[in-house]
């Protein structure tokens, strides 16, 4: 298949997408994402590389890659001359009356710019929000949710990918062994050295019951369920080996609860950057939304 570069503008405005950083070069990868105007929301299927060296962004076309999406994860690996690997999301048409997930996985060849599309078995349920890493030789994914407009579903479950031999695998907890609860939204970054992953906050819709006050009906009649939204500021530990979690002690000034805040990992620290908190509004319908731009370490 043919590959085509061309020289283009920094991408409009756009979320949810991801921005990978080459693991042998210094150049990012930005796929996908999504953008509502108030009316119309768009999803995208874009490739896009930027040189930092540069300061400038050029756009791929390929063959047959990933179909648009946002909220999916990427991370990119440095065996065979660097790959990026991606998987799952969410897509929705524009009117926002069809909408789906993904449980696919693929990997762009970054000597080549070719997709391929991998259909291994026992992988994680179609998701999106959810976390992925790579640690030593496999990918790690963690949590999400699913909507299919009738119900959703949060999880906690961890999904290994071996990259030498192109299978999935499913960490299970012993009976009764803590774990964080489902989330989406998480921050979740590998220490690789150590055999770990860090994993901090998120965000989880519970149902809850809400009275609504009617002088004609009596309280079993009036009683709703409703979705609240929940968001942590737990921070957890994962044993790689054993598959046990463990919560670590929050000392000196924690962040407060949120979800969708980044995290790397720096010289033995854990770094967070931003995130938002959301509050449900007084009808329930909509949603306060407060944005940070603190930057702790741990």
Known sequence: TTVKEELV???????????TAHPLKDELFFFGGEYFDGKRITFYAELLRYS??????????????????????????????????????????????????????WSLDLSTLQWENHAAKGGPSARSGHRMVHVKDKLLLFGGF??????????NDVHLFDLSLYKWSKIVPQQGAPVPAPRSGCGLVADASAGVVLLYGGYFKKKVVM???????????????????VEFKDLWQLDIESGEWTTLKRSGAAPSSRS???????RRRLVLFGGVHDEDTADGDGLDSTFYNELYSY
């Open 9 to 19: 503008p920094p991408p409009p405005p756009r979320c949810n997408g991801s921005l």
């Open 52 to 105: 930092i060296k540069r300061n400038e962004w050029r756009k791929v076309t390929t063959g047959k890659g990933p179909p648009p999406r946002s909220a999916h994860q990427a991370v990119a690996v440095p065996s065979a001359g660097g790959q990026l690997f991606i998987f799952g999301g969410e897509f929705s048409s524009p009117n926002q009356q069809q909408f789906h997930h993904y449980r696919d996985l």
């Open 146 to 155: 699913f909507d299919n407009l009738r119900e959703v579903k949060y999880y």
């Open 211 to 229: 009275q609504q006050f009617d002088s004609h009906k009596d309280k079993s009649q009036v009683d709703e369920l409703c979705e609240t939204g």
């Open 260 to 266: 969708g805040c980044a995290v790397v990992l720096h």
